[in-house]
């Protein structure tokens, strides 16, 4: 391998870093709830807001910030994210009262953002053939579905050995690697729609119709689904969302040009993405909460749980994803994929009180790795592989908007009907753990439905034939 060659695949290890140090945030701080908790004087109501926060700033800034990369230059914009996060993590580690984390949380998430919404599009500048790029999306997509049970592990050492601080104290070297290391291997590019103008108020709309809908989503089961609140802010969501879409079809400059969405392979895989995150949720969250509250687990054990579908997604995110899509295309890995995971969630649905790992739990994350490892290169590749180099950004911003409001409304809807189910049990005599458990198997079977209506969508709607190049030129580097 030449040593341009190295240096590409050296640049991806990079934004994989990156990305991993952000999806771990979503996980990390879970496991170290109580201590925090504990120390700083959080209400049970109020502690949600640590979480809350990071996921409505991230969740609202996606959009923006893949645009902004566009207009300003990718590598720009991701430095900028990269250190935005590492110094709100630094304050994160440093908070001594809950408004101050909370702010910096909320920073955090801005950063945290803007660089995830740039990387995929960085990614596509540092590999043009097929077959490497599909190689460079599967680790990509090993790293995002993999992030939230190594969060978990990291989560229980760090809080247990040293103390809840460290959680975020450990993103600071690790942040300041990655810029240095970027400063020096990512490509430093023009923005591909330079001279546009940033259309402000189409940002204002979607960012606020974000940020209102998440809000509304996380809140739910806590205000009630068809509560006063809970119905105002979806509304509300609503209204910004129905103005946006008309201020971008009037508009010179959109932020969204909506024609994006007429690209058959990007709408399709957006809609995959969002009820494939809806089904990882059911996996990831569920299972935790089985493994925890009934059979009694730690959150150190729960992490390690992971491990044999992480090891498996593993194999193959760094070899076999990108050969199966090369050589079968990406509808078949992908149908082939999702369906292996609806049948690992359908298998939860038998989840006894009295569980063992091995014959209860094992199965259904072997079987939900290889599900997981062969469906997210092809999602992935399904919705930036037609996509103009001048809308990258916005394209990668786009992709996880629809991951992030996959998994939030999943979330809210399994977490609701989990409930419903375990209060009615209850009701009716059942005992504590089997009413418990009993409201997991319906949610399991709402998640197994949502992998199965992406399976079956992505295998109908998406290109049988493998992926090809973009055809735009790869931008000149910018001098130094």
Same mark, same amino acid.
Not at 84 to 95: K, M, Q, V
């Given at each position: 391998?030449?040593?341009?060659?190295?240096?590409?695949?050296?640049?991806?290890?990079?934004?994989?870093?990156?990305?991993?140090?952000?999806?771990?945030?979503?996980?990390?701080?879970?496991?170290?709830?109580?201590?925090?908790?504990?120390?700083?004087?959080?209400?049970?109501?109020? *502690?949600?807001?640590?979480?809350?926060?990071?996921?409505?700033?991230?969740?609202?800034?996606?959009?923006?910030?893949?645009?902004?990369?566009?207009?300003?230059?990718?590598?720009?914009?991701?430095?900028?994210?990269?250190? #935005?996060?590492?110094?709100?993590?630094?304050?994160?580690?440093?908070?001594?009262?809950?408004?101050?984390?909370? !702010?910096?949380?909320?920073?955090?998430?801005?950063?945290?953002?803007?660089?995830?919404?740039?990387?995929?599009?960085?990614? *596509?500048?540092?590999?043009?053939?097929?077959?490497?790029?599909?190689?460079?999306?599967?680790?990509?997509?090993?790293?995002?579905?993999?992030?939230?049970?190594?969060?978990?592990?990291?989560?229980?050492?760090?809080?247990?050995?040293? &103390?809840?601080?460290?959680?975020?104290?450990?993103?600071?070297?690790?942040?300041?690697?990655?810029?240095?290391?970027?400063?020096?291997?990512?490509?430093?590019?023009?923005?591909?729609?330079?001279?546009?103008?940033?259309? #402000?108020?189409?940002?204002?709309?979607?960012?606020?119709?974000?940020?209102?809908?998440?809000?509304?989503?996380?809140?739910? &089961?806590?205000?009630?689904?068809?509560?006063?609140?809970?119905?105002?802010?979806?509304?509300?969501?609503?209204?910004?969302? !129905?103005?946006?879409?008309?201020?971008?079809?009037?508009?010179?400059?959109?932020?969204?040009?909506?024609? #994006?969405?007429?690209?058959?392979?990007?709408?399709?895989?957006?809609?995959?993405?969002?009820?494939?995150?809806?089904?990882?949720?059911?996996?990831?969250?569920?299972?935790?909460?089985?493994?925890?509250?009934?059979?009694?687990?730690?959150?150190?054990?729960?992490?390690?749980?992971?491990?044999?579908?992480?090891?498996? /997604?593993?194999?193959?995110?760094?070899?076999?994803?990108?050969? =199966?899509?090369?050589?079968?295309?990406?509808?078949?890995?992908?149908?082939?994929? *999702?369906?292996? !995971?609806?049948?690992?969630?359908?298998?939860?649905?038998?989840?006894?009180?009295?569980? &063992?790992?091995?014959?209860?739990?094992?199965?259904?994350?072997?079987? =939900?790795?290889?599900?997981?490892? /062969?469906?997210?290169?092809?999602?992935?590749?399904?919705?930036?592989?037609?996509?103009?180099?001048?809308?990258?950004?916005?394209?990668?911003?786009?992709?996880?908007?629809?991951?992030?409001?996959?998994?939030?409304?999943?979330?809210?809807?399994?977490?609701?009907?989990?409930?419903?189910?375990?209060?009615?049990?209850?009701?009716?005599?059942?005992?504590?753990?089997?009413? *418990?458990?009993?409201?997991?198997?319906?949610?399991?079977?709402?998640?197994?439905?949502?992998?199965?209506?992406? !399976?079956?969508?992505?295998?109908?709607?998406?290109?049988?034939?493998?992926?090809?190049? /973009?055809?735009?030129?790869?931008?000149?580097?910018?001098?130094?």
């Amino acid at each position: 391998m030449t040593l341009e060659g190295r240096s590409r695949w050296i640049a991806l290890y990079v934004l994989c870093l990156a990305s991993l140090m952000i999806v771990l945030d979503m996980t990390i701080v879970n496991v170290a709830l109580p201590s925090i908790k504990d120390d700083l004087g959080f209400s049970e109501t109020s *502690l949600a807001w640590v979480v809350n926060a990071y996921l409505l700033t991230y969740g609202g800034c996606l959009l923006l910030g893949g645009r902004l990369g566009d207009l300003l230059g990718h590598r720009r914009l991701f430095l900028i994210g990269i250190a #935005l996060f590492t110094l709100a993590s630094l304050a994160c580690g440093l908070a001594t009262a809950k408004g101050f984390l909370v !702010a910096a949380r909320a920073v955090q998430g801005v950063g945290g953002a803007v660089a995830s919404a740039v990387a995929l599009s960085l990614m *596509l500048v540092l590999f043009t053939e097929p077959a490497d790029r599909a190689k460079a999306m599967g680790i990509f997509g090993f790293v995002s579905a993999g992030g939230g049970s190594v969060g978990v592990v990291l989560g229980g050492f760090l809080t247990d050995f040293l &103390n809840w601080h460290w959680i975020f104290l450990v993103n600071v070297p690790i942040g300041a690697v990655v810029v240095f290391l970027s400063l020096r291997l990512l490509p430093g590019t023009p923005g591909t729609a330079q001279g546009q103008r940033i259309d #402000l108020a189409g940002a204002a709309t979607i960012t606020g119709a974000l940020i209102l809908a998440i809000y509304a989503i996380v809140n739910g &089961n806590q205000a009630g689904w068809t509560s006063t609140q809970t119905l105002g802010l979806l509304g509300g969501s609503a209204v910004l969302l !129905a103005v946006f879409l008309w201020l971008e079809s009037h508009v010179r400059s959109p932020l969204v040009p909506l024609r #994006l969405f007429k690209i058959r392979n990007f709408s399709t895989a957006s809609v995959v993405g969002v009820l494939w995150a809806a089904a990882m949720f059911a996996w990831f969250f569920l299972t935790a909460l089985y493994m925890q509250f009934v059979l009694g687990y730690s959150p150190l054990q729960i992490g390690l749980a992971f491990l044999p579908s992480s090891l498996i /997604m593993a194999v193959f995110s760094i070899g076999l994803s990108a050969r =199966l899509v090369m050589r079968f295309g990406i509808a078949r890995p992908l149908g082939i994929g *999702l369906g292996l !995971a609806t049948l690992g969630l359908a298998l939860f649905i038998r989840l006894p009180v009295d569980g &063992n790992f091995v014959t209860d739990v094992l199965p259904s994350m072997i079987l =939900l790795g290889f599900g997981a490892g /062969m469906a997210f290169n092809p999602v992935l590749l399904a919705a930036m592989n037609d996509v103009d180099q001048t809308e990258a950004g916005l394209a990668s911003g786009v992709v996880n908007t629809a991951f992030m409001m996959g998994g939030a409304l999943g979330l809210a809807v399994l977490a609701s009907v989990a409930a419903s189910r375990t209060s009615s049990l209850a009701a009716s005599g059942e005992s504590h753990l089997a009413a *418990l458990t009993g409201g997991y198997h319906l949610a399991f079977l709402v998640g197994a439905i949502f992998a199965a209506t992406a !399976a079956t969508l992505g295998g109908l709607l998406l290109p049988k034939g493998a992926p090809t190049g /973009m055809h735009a030129p790869e931008p000149a580097s910018e001098p130094a």
